[in-house]
Every structure is written in structure tokens, then in C-alpha cells.
């Protein structure tokens, strides 16, 4: 019978794709798994993650730098995948320090080796930061924002996210030259 080939390379072809599919969702769930772990193995879980996964996908930019500790697991997981990164700051506040410089200059100087990869292509990339609201790492964004004033550059807000009770919860920005 000439169907039984056929139907036997369907079958192949339908396991192939289950078993990669699968394979696929058991990488973005260790992966999430492997990220929380090494933050202390919690992640504190909002209402509008899911709207701050959607709207980051829409924007298709080239780089997302979250900029507070456990935003990307839970990122990567409600994009499936589609948002792929690292959190980038840590440990921007105190960070390690020579013996003839404060801990700000310390903190300072990490800030601006955390964005000088990005900053080529500062039209292209969105940082993602918990709002004032929200944080608790309030010197991790005064120190971002010295390093910007710095550079000479302004942040240019994209949206702040809000729970369903109008708490601000994240703060979506770009940064451009102030010239």
C-alpha cells in the first residue's frame, strides 16, 4: 500500500516536532528556573508582568536591560522565549571597590561599564527599571542617572506599567543625546 509510507514519515515528522516543541518549553523553564535561583530563588510577581512581556515584544528593540534584580526570569518566561537577555546591573550598588576609592565612585564606575556596551545603539535598546514607587535599589537609579547626565544624554520614557490598583510598578525607557 503506497499511503503506509506517507503516513509513516507524517508520524515521524509529528514526533520530530513534539519532541521539539517540548525540548523548547523545558529550556525556557530551566532557564527561568536558573535565573530566579541565582537571585535568592523568589520572584516577586506582579499583575502587569504580563503587560510589560507584551509590550516589550511589540517594540522590537535590539537590547532590554532590565535594571533591578528578578524582572528578566519572569520576562523570558511569559515571552516564551522571545525576550532573551540578562540582568545586567547587578551589583552595581556596592560594588567592589579599591582601597583608594568611596564606594559611590565604586557604584559609578560599574554603572558606566554596565552601559557602555549599549551605548552604539541607544536607539535600539530599552532599559527596564522598577518605578520609584516600587524599588528598592533607589541609589541603582540615581546612580544610572548620573551616568547619563554624565554622557550627556536624557531618558525619554516609552510607559510606566501599572497593577490593576494604579500602582506604578516598572518604568519602560530610551535614552537619547540632549544635544
Known sequence: NASK??????????????????????????TTWDQINRFGGRSIWSDCNVELADLLVNQKAKYYVPMDVNIWPQLYFLSKGR???????WPVINSPKREDETQDQADLKHMKEVIAPFMPDLSETIFIFHAPESTQLHGLVATFERVCSEKGLREVEIATIKQRDGLPVYRIIKLESKL
Open 5 to 30: 509510507p506517507a503516513w509513516r514519515a507524517a508520524q515521524a515528522l509529528s514526533a520530530i516536532a513534539f519532541l521539539w516543541l517540548s525540548l523548547s518549553l523545558l529550556s525556557i523553564d530551566y
Open 83 to 89: 525576550l532573551n537577555g540578562d540582568e545586567y546591573f
